[in-house]
């Protein structure tokens, strides 16, 4: 059974930096193509950055430049480090994996709360 824990939000400041962690469970990790989403009040959950078994990245174009998706296959998860943070990129976060054996599962989330 795949099951995803996300790790690492909190309140930080305009300007400041987090870095989320999302760990998994069973064997398929480094198979898989990873993803951060995030979902604002209000708002459409939205793709952040992905990660594919191969370590090719896209990113969001809000978050070009700040933000840096990686993956650590010894450890089963994938991070994001989250840079000059802006208040808009207040949400919750959630990880997904996607494996080509047609699982796919979401992580339960983390709230990344940007003020002063």
């Known amino acids: 059974q795949v099951q995803l824990v996300e790790s690492g939000g909190g309140l930080v400041q305009p300007g400041g930096s987090l870095r989320l962690s999302c760990a998994a469970s069973g064997s398929i990790f480094s198979i898989s193509t990873m993803a951060w989403y995030r979902q604002a009040s209000g708002k459409q959950r939205e793709l952040v950055a992905t990660i594919t078994s191969g370590s090719s990245t896209v990113y969001a174009e809000s978050v070009k430049g700040r933000f840096t998706i990686s993956r650590d296959n010894a450890k089963n998860t994938v991070y994001l480090q989250m840079n000059s943070l802006k208040p808009e990129d207040t949400a919750v976060y959630y990880c997904?994996?996607?494996?080509?054996?047609?699982?796919?599962?979401w992580g339960q989330g983390t709230q990344v709360t940007v003020s002063s």
């Open positions: 997904k994996l996607d494996s080509f054996t047609g699982i796919s599962r």
